[in-house]
């Protein structure tokens, strides 16, 4: 039998993400980007709605609610190690504007 050393990544696994927006009005299209350090295999993210995604590098999700949202990138190399980025209160997103105006008590 020959003794063969496992392969150990050669470089730390380390969870990073930006956001193209970080505030705005419902409904608001934020495109994720991953940086994550090291050679991730794959990506889940948490948008904070209640809602998931995966996307290796980017992934868009649109905010149709006004509200705060913390935002995690959880990230996983094919050695199975793991590393989680949590951006809390990130993502705020404002009432939508409204959409006509009330002009009926002009004087």
Known sequence: MTYRPRYE???ELLAAFTADA?????????????????DAASAQWEFGDGT?????LTVTHIYAKDGVYTVTLHVQDRFGNIDTD??????TVNPPWPTSWDTSHRS
């Open 9 to 11: 990544p050669n470089e």
């Open 22 to 38: 970080c505030d705005g009005c419902a409904p608001l299209t934020v495109t994720f980007t991953n940086i994550t350090v090291g």
């Open 52 to 56: 998931t995604g995966k996307g290796l």
């Open 86 to 91: 949590v951006a809390t209160d990130l993502i």
